[in-house]
């Protein structure tokens, strides 16, 4: 079990919470190793995605993981539902709820919609990402894949790079990161980079090249244009030349550096191809280990004992 009812952020777990969820997920990740890739331990369950932003793969993996435990799954997207006649968010939920669903895994626009929701509410809440705020299980499944690489990440060293700012990737990385005991450094453009960073815990570099120098892991972030309302730098060419990663970077370094990224990934613009396909890319481990970790989260909250 778990110390909280939902998941709504990195800042509410523990670290136990963290190694029971990474300990849970290596067990789901054997099942998914085998010809029949599912339990049937949450086969009472029924779980509502709602998704009122647009998603690829957090939506994705977690209907793939709550199926392969079994879940009976109902998906919701804003568009094309009643929200577009004025229905309300609470509303909508408890009409889904009334429906009877036991679980609620939500991704919306608006920074803290899941804390609001789990005030309003009993089913237990996945936040699957709310603005620019958390996203809790895209840092556990980044952890979990550095951890797969690096073993115990206490004194490791991750470079996020990019738009910091509008990046709810960042903000739980920076959480979950520093209770596991790694260093971390922040690195992009001033304009993308919060002021009073540093009172989270990390460093701060301008210089996107120092920061490769600095790292075991360079965790590379999409320039997230929707929510930047006035421009932040000149131009996407600009931002590639001073700030994105590419090859000649990478093989300057004197040493190997493993490169992720959540994903969309804008290509050429933080990120250059032949960086982001390389050896030393686990984007698509990233994507592979998100199942697990959103089986292993959706187990521990639904209270279940035993994996079969
Ligand atoms: N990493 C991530 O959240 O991707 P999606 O927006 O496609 O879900």
């Keep these: ?137 895209q840092a556990l499944l980044d952890a979990y894949s550095m951890r797969e690489k690096l073993g115990s990440l206490k004194g490791k060293r991750i470079t996020i790079i990019g738009d910091i700012m509008h990046s709810r990737v960042a903000l739980s990385n920076i959480f979950c990161l520093n209770k596991l005991g790694g260093e971390v450094t922040v690195a992009g453009p001033p304009t993308l980079i919060p002021k009073h960073i540093e009172s989270l815990g990390v460093r701060v570099e301008y210089n996107v090249k120092k920061a490769l120098e600095w790292c075991d892991v360079a965790n590379v972030l999409r320039i997230q244009l929707e929510r930047q309302h006035k421009p932040l730098f000149s131009t996407l060419r600009e931002y590639s030349i001073y700030y994105g990663v590419n090859r000649d970077m990478i093989d300057s370094l004197k040493k190997d550096i493993i490169i992720m990224h959540p994903g969309p990934i804008n290509r050429g613009v933080e990120l250059n191809s032949d960086v982001a396909d390389s050896r030393q890319s686990i984007i698509l481990d990233q994507v592979e280990n998100g199942v697990a970790i959103r089986m292993a989260v959706i187990y521990l909250l639904s209270g279940k004992r035993e994996v079969e």
């Design 1 to 137: 079990m778990l110390s909280v009812k939902h998941l709504l952020g990195i800042k509410e777990l523990t670290v136990k919470d963290i190694e029971q969820i990474f300990k849970t997920a290596d067990n789901f990740k054997q099942v998914l190793q085998r010809p029949i890739k599912k339990v049937p331990t949450l086969r009472d369950t029924t779980v509502a995605n709602i998704f009122f932003e647009n998603s690829t793969r957090t939506r994705l993996s977690f209907e793939l993981a709550e199926k392969r435990l079994g879940a009976d799954v109902v998906n919701f997207s804003a568009s094309g539902s009643s929200v577009s006649k004025g229905e309300t968010l609470i509303d909508t939920v408890n009409n889904i709820l009334a429906m009877k669903v036991d679980m609620v895994v939500m991704r919306h626009a608006a920074s803290g919609a899941p804390w609001f929701l789990a005030n309003h509410i009993d089913a237990s809440i996945v936040n699957a990402g709310d603005g620019t705020n958390e996203h809790p299980t």
